[in-house]
């Protein structure tokens, strides 16, 4: 069936608006949703985490005058946006999708309830999983790694521009060192900012791994979870060479 049977995909909210810095785009949101219906097809319980720094970014707005609260709230609102955006997309290709929330908003999406995702997931649903931690103060990221231990996730798989993580930012600097795998304690201490540290520690605490791939790359997330190749950068509890 795959090399994992129940995962968590982590995409920031930029990554929905394709070329633009801004928005939602809708040949972006094809091109996740098809990966998302390749694992569905093949029995991959699948959870998703979005971001939502496409519409508002919390911290941002609070370099604008916002207090951090509302700020913190309103990036949550953003993510269930995103959510509801995603949700339309895979019901357009016949995927079954429910989306759950740390905020909840009646008519639109229940609280999120590790149960009932749990329950969701083995009925062959997609769930979307919006609204951060519910709480401020926590990134998407950090919600993303609590989402997974919630639900008894195999692995984080974390989207990003680029093939993985690298000592440097590849696109700034040429001679930046891709990592084929990292412990957590590496990523920690050299302050790879890939994933914030609540995040990593709630992994590393956990022994819960992470893999850090390309989202533009077509057919990767098949790749990862069903051929189980390397075409990321996988960041475990393991020490590596």
């Known amino acids: 069936m795959g090399k994992y049977k129940r995962i968590l995909l982590k995409l920031s909210g930029e990554s929905l608006a394709g070329g633009n810095r801004l928005g939602i785009d809708a040949e972006a949101l094809l091109h996740y949703a098809h990966q998302i219906k390749d694992l569905a097809n093949k029995g991959i319980q699948t959870a998703i985490v979005l971001g939502g720094g496409n519409i508002f970014r919390g911290l941002q707005g609070t370099e604008k005058g916002f207090d951090r609260v509302k700020g913190d709230q309103m990036g949550m609102l953003a993510t269930i946006i995103n959510s509801m955006a995603l949700q ?16 909840p908003v009646e008519s639109v999406c229940d609280k999120m309830n590790r149960k009932k995702a749990i329950g969701l997931l083995e009925q062959g649903q997609v769930v ?12 998407t990221d950090s919600a993303a790694a609590l989402r997974a231990l919630e639900i008894q996730a195999d692995v984080i798989l974390k989207g990003t521009r680029v093939d993985g993580v690298y000592s440097a930012d590849p696109e700034k600097d040429p001679n930046a060192k891709r990592y084929e795998t990292l412990s957590f304690e590496e990523a920690i201490r050299q302050n790879l900012k890939v994933m914030d540290i609540t995040a990593f520690t709630l992994c590393k605490e956990n022994t819960l791994p992470i893999i850090v791939y390309n989202v533009n790359e077509k057919g990767v997330l098949y790749d990862i979870v069903i051929e189980g190749k390397s075409r990321g950068t996988l960041i475990s509890s393991a020490t590596h060479a």
């Open 88 to 103: 339309s997309t895979l019901e357009s290709l016949g995927v079954q999708a429910t989306i759950l929330s740390g905020i």
């Open 128 to 139: 979307i999983i919006a609204g951060g931690t519910g709480n401020p103060f926590f990134t």
